[in-house]
């Protein structure tokens, strides 16, 4: 397989990447050139070529260099365009059809053509796209950061051109792209919710990695320190610790207005932000010699001479030693930004051993929910990001938590894995293996605790799913589509051919690719009659002993909760007082989901049924949980894992299923072969 990159934006070489350089300089090389070394390890990998912008003048010789050998089997190919010079991501749409027509050419004098195009932001879509037209190479997309999470970050009521443009420009990406791959739930559920052209279907989560096991072996360096330390009345003291682009969406000036309000913060740590490299501020690119004068104009407002530290130059080697110097201090690791679509730097603190406090929007999200690794706050509030770093501060139980959390961060965000998952998706694009249109059977099960949960009984359930030709392989989940799709393809699950996800309040269908889906419109219209969410929200909020679960659960047709049994009876009477028709479902002692009244696992399963015209004897279903037991009482041929919870085998509604003997994905093979047989029996 040959994969061609493309990346027009910022200061791209193969190594020496000076990030902070120009405003576009940041963390999209950083994933792009981590992505091609992780790619680069797969044998079956013939070849890799980067394309980017060919560019002359005082940022570098080395960007006017037409090819550069970055790694065995990667070549960076550089291109000219429209303009000799650099260009900003607001001016590079002028750039694409030059550089489109350049790469059409480089390509035609190949000895072989990509089989496939990835391309890194909007533009770089705009070009995969003309080559399509050209010569039918698909592509898929990853867009780094969107233009309408920047348009909603600013505040922006009435658009400028630029930014207009480049929102229309990822509509057409959006819709074009055989794939999008994003690196977060909250990129792939609540960032590209916005666009018109979003199709969830075609949106896959796949985390970065990072390059952890420096970061968690780093030392402080005495050069470092003594950067740092110069700035300080008292040196000694914890570090609040911010690492970031001088750019307006990093929100730095948001964590200098934390600490300068904050007497108790000033009083308790000092401030250290590491805000890229410059030489002279009037020289920086972009916005951030605007953003640097605002950080000195407050450090000055609030006096805060001797407290905060603002080295002017590190080198990208220094990074690791500079985590170690906050570290060393028992200090806290920031990242104020606006929006952050992921957050590379979370992971590198917290594998260096240092606790965090992010912003609630973006990738952190999911990284604190995975890791456990720190606190989010509102980036917009800052007596909230000081309350969070005095809390952490203050709690040394706390403190001990969020270190040991990022102990988890190398096992979960690895190149490695992220490289074995995106070749997988890149190979089955190309050579697709279509889903059953006529299947004579139907087993949908549950995830967590059913499917998966046993590396050994998924491999086995992996070699009998393989060998059932007529047996189309379906999900049930609590679990949202992405977040379901990541797990099923961590774990090497065989792919579904239908996903019910959100407890059955959404459904969707693998396409003839073998890759994407399509959500099941139809479905949406039958349950959402009659279902009044901002009612239901309202008759429950400050319920006793009800709290919401994060934001990323909720859905459109699903609002989810923690509560225990006694809060699952209030919900139900509140819901009756009100005369609010729902559907309420309790499990594990303290998942509390809200749908409406016709949604539920077991409907969409009856719903899938009929599409496929099946009759009932030729479903299975297969749980473990209490927000299974509708699912499994309404079908013949239900299956209990032998390691079901919420005692299930004992629930007078669940007489007539099968209890397995063994547990997980082999107690589903083993149900499934009773049921046949009892079928072969009566035949």
Known sequence: MFVLHIALQGCLRGDGVVYGITADTGGHIRYLLDLVSASAQDRDLARIAVATRLFHGPLGAAYAVPEERIADKVTLVRLASASPDYRAKEEMHAEVARFAENLVAWIGAQARAPDLIHAHYADAAAV??????????????????????????????VLRPDLARR???????????????????????????????YDPGRVRVLPPGSDLARFAAACPEPRVDAAIDRFLADPGKPAILALARPVARKNLAALVRAYGESPALRARANLVIVAGTRADIDALDGDMAATMRELLVLIDRYDLYGHVAYPKTHRPQDVPAIYAYARAHGGVFVNPALNEPFGLTLLEASAAGLPLVATDSGGPNDIVETCGNGLLVDPRAPGAIAEACLRILGDTALYARCVAGGARAAAAYDWDRHAARYHVLLRALLAPEPPLRRPRQLLVCDIDNTLVGCDAALGIFRRWRSRQA???????????????????????????QVMITSVGSEIYHLDANGVTYTADAAWRGIIAAGWDREAVRAALAGLDGLAPQGPLEQRALKLSYFGDAAAARRVRARLALAGLPARVIHSHGRYLDVLPEAASKGTAVDHVRALYDLPEQAVFVAGDSGNDIEMLGARVQAIIVANYSDDLANNAALKHSYVARTAHARGIIEGVSHFRRMLADVG
């Open 128 to 157: 995969a796209a003309l080559v399509e037209d050209r010569l039918g190479i698909p592509f898929v997309f990853t867009a780094h950061s969107l233009g309408r999470v920047k348009a909603a970050m600013l505040g922006e009521a």
């Open 167 to 197: 929102i229309a420009t990822e509509e057409d990406a959006l819709a074009r792209a055989r794939l999008v791959i994003a690196s977060s739930r909250d990129e792939a559920e609540v960032q590209y919710a916005g666009y018109a052209a």
């Open 470 to 496: 007529e047996l189309a392989f379906g999900v049930a989940t609590g679990r949202s589509f992405h977040s379901a799709m990541a797990v099923l393809e961590q774990q090497a699950s065989p792919r579904p």
